[in-house]
């Protein structure tokens, strides 16, 4: 199999998943919490490509031609600009560590502090999820005046009701995003309390997400005109296996 068309499909393929994830960036840039997903890519030889395993048979590509893959996406966990909000139930986190909400499917994590309380004065995020606090417990809080201090304890007219829980991964990567700024965790990831040596809570505020439009502008017209180059490439190679067919059979 032509190895040159190999390279062209994969390479356009890793350009589309990155056109998607561009795409998916900037159209959260006004979601609190949100953190940017990168995609890696990484080349590798069509000699690499075997048949499915056990066979043992290779697909038959020929040629040295490096073929692009698009090995997996990563979250940047970078901080995202800090912006007051007047609402003393939004929480935002400086440094590491995540909220922890209870959702249907479980535990979840966010950077989303945009609280509320519900009917019931239990405190929930912005999805209706209620927040946890120390030991997982949900936060029930009266009516009053509520203060948020650094290390996260919710006092309510002076008086400390609960404290927020926040952890952090051991491993970076052990996060998978879901969508409206949740994260689940990986199987295996370690998940612990944060240090409040470096992370402190800012009460009435919000963390912005941390996505630059300018770059991810020039990125989403720079993806574009690669995965064009693509389908262009994929026509010209297309075409020069027609010809060559054609050549064999007039010949024959």
Known sequence: ???????????????????EITANNLANVNTAGFKAQHLLV????????????????????????????????????????????????????TGPGFFVVMTPNGERYTRQGQFHLDATGTLVNAAGYAVQGDG????????GQVEIDAAGRVSVDGAQRAALRVVRFMDAEAIVPEGAALFAAEPEAQVIDVDPAETQLLQGSIENANVDVIKGLLELIDVTRAYEAYMRAMQQVDGSVETAIQQVGAKG
């Open 136 to 143: 997982g417990k949900e936060i029930s809080l009266p009516p």
């Open 42 to 93: 990484r080349s590798r030889s069509p000699g690499d490509l075997y048949a499915p395993p056990g066979s043992g048979a290779p697909l038959g590509v020929s040629g040295r031609t490096a073929m692009a893959t698009a090995n997996r996406s990563v979250t940047d966990l970078s901080q995202g600009a800090i912006q007051e909000s007047g609402n003393p139930l939004d929480v935002a986190i």
């Open 1 to 19: 199999m032509n190895g040159a068309l190999y390279a062209v499909v994969s390479g356009s393929l890793a350009a589309l998943r990155r056109l």
